[in-house]
């Protein structure tokens, strides 16, 4: 019996079906982000102020249990931490509103926030050079945010609670 050729295109789309199948069993995406950011949380906790950068990648490591993942599943775990520590920035950034309660306090910080925001959408914008292989540039894009939350958290200057 003869083989019939593939096309490309064929090729990738059945590699991306493989991909997913081999990533961990998720019943719910967004519960999947919450259990992600009690990880990055607990880490937080376990750490001295100043410290946040040292727990990036822990959700991305619990994510990649396999021994054999490729690119896809490797940029799916590291969506997964980004979307995570996007989710503990948010939570911060809201208790510091609350704290801060009315007034000039309350708008420097959303002002800040703002201005933090536009700086970190740039240094997105140029962390990837043009023409990289899609998995490798979200992959990347992905860690770099992560970092860039975890930064912010950091200037955010979380209190033991919050952690």
């Known amino acids: ?5 593939v096309s490309a295109a064929r090729l990738a789309a059945a590699l991306a079906v493989l991909a997913l199948a081999a990533l961990p069993a998720r019943a719910d995406p967004v ?3 919450r259990l992600s950011a009690s990880t990055i949380r607990a880490c937080l906790a376990s750490k001295a102020a100043g410290a946040e950068l040292e727990c990036l990648g822990e959700v991305e490591q619990d994510c990649l249990v396999q021994d054999d993942h490729g690119p896809a599943v490797t940029e799916a775990c590291a969506r997964l931490e980004r979307r995570a520590w996007e989710l503990v920035l948010n939570e911060v950034f809201t208790r510091r509103l609350i704290d801060a309660r009315e007034g000039p306090i309350r708008e420097s910080l959303r002002a800040d926030q703002a201005t933090w925001s536009e700086a ?3 240094e997105l914008a140029t962390a990837v050079s043009p023409g990289e292989d899609e998995y490798v540039r979200d992959t990347a ?17 979380p209190v033991a609670d919050d952690r």
């Open 1 to 5: 019996m003869r083989m019939q050729p």
């Open 120 to 122: 970190r959408d740039r």
């Open 31 to 33: 519960e999947e982000i």
């Open 141 to 157: 894009l992905a860690r770099t945010a992560s970092r860039l939350a975890a930064q912010r958290i950091a200037d955010l200057k």
